[in-house]
């Protein structure tokens, strides 16, 4: 049984998190509304086109943030499903942890391992530090650095990255973390990750802040690096995509 989830936990800790941004787009949705009464008509097409914009951005990206976090369930991972046999389970995160419990609820006996890979030196979000704050970490749950797993070759029949490899922006640390990971799984082992992908819906979501996302291309030049071949995509919503790997040669 999956951990319950409040309403609208999700969008509501995407405002939490990230209040200034949300600060700064009133401030400037009132400045221009004090300022347009000194604007020639020709400028408040302009001034209102910005204001138009902002405000159907912000709508948009709230919006499809409730569908995708709150209303799709997308943290049920019924797709864990398929994965019931798994015996020895980790799940990474990247200083935010909100799946370790549901983890620990669909595979009970499987003495879930935690790594954390936040490193305040390269993770500067203030959006991170406060949800650290918000939500404290996971029992047991050992931090750890992307290029030094603490753990045996072939340990883990199935890992989990939920959401937080994003984080690791430069390509050969995020190469080398899932080198990693490949070290740690066992030979006929699987790795899911899930992600929003730097992809047309999610720019119609999230403007410019798609930025954030890898591209597919991305994903699948760090897959292939690091050792591993995409069995499956799992196509949760429009805006989030979940890659099942495999070690290369493991194909049935």
Known sequence: MAEMRKPFQGVGNIIRFNWHFYVMAV???MLIFILNNSFQNDFKLITNFILTFILLSVFTSLFISWYVYDYSGLYEFDWMN???????????NAGFDETSQIIQNKFPGSGLTVFDFYDKRKHTEISIRRARKAYPPFPGT???????????NERFDLIFN???AHEIRNDEERITFFKEQNRILKLNGKIAVTEHIRDFP????YTIGFFHFHSKRTWHKTFQKAGFQIEK?????PFISTFILI???NSS
């Open 162 to 164: 939920l959401l937080s």
């Open 233 to 237: 995509e799992i196509r949760t919503t």
């Open 202 to 205: 999610n720019f119609l979501a």
């Open 142 to 152: 050992i931090h750890v650095k992307t290029d030094l797993l603490p753990s045996e």
């Open 27 to 29: 401030g400037i949705i």
């Open 82 to 92: 398929q994965f019931q046999n798994a015996e020895k389970v980790l799940n990474i």
């Open 247 to 249: 070690k290369n040669g």
